[in-house]
């Protein structure tokens, strides 16, 4: 077999990803099911919902790509960044998706180093606010942002996330 099938019952070819198959509401479905740091979290908190405070921490010309920087773990999933870095042909695979994610919304490629950066600040934050303490300081260098998150139900991740795709792309182009 070579597709999966998405929430809104479509086939989607992973390794040869088509923009036809694409539809935000099964991204936005699916990230917000998934859940960051493969799980080791406290409490439940979803890749939709990082997104979205990804989209609202990087440059605003580059908010929408803040936004969908995580969309091919819809329908790749997420690894740990030690274990992505390790694996180069998943990499290859994932970018490839994004670009043809990035191309369908109309965004250019590579990703913008605001998004790059505010990713790192959300990935400190998270690790603050959702995460048990440390063993040892993570080689990320980014300051976490002010305030503490809490964090949303899946059902109120996925809202956010279309409310935020149609703030910054409107509904024509889903």
Known sequence: ??????????????????????????IAHALALNCRFNGHCRVFYSVAEHSVRVSRACAPADALWGLLHDAGEAYLTDLPRPVKEQLGAFGELEDRLLKVIMGHFGLGWPMPESVRVADDVLLMTEARDLMAKAPEAWSIRAEPLGG???AMTAGEAEQAYLARFAELAGRGKA
């Open 1 to 26: 077999m070579e597709w999966i099938q998405t929430f809104s019952g479509r086939k989607f070819f992973p390794l040869n990803p088509r923009a036809t198959d694409l539809d935000i509401e099964d």
């Open 148 to 150: 503490r998150i809490e």
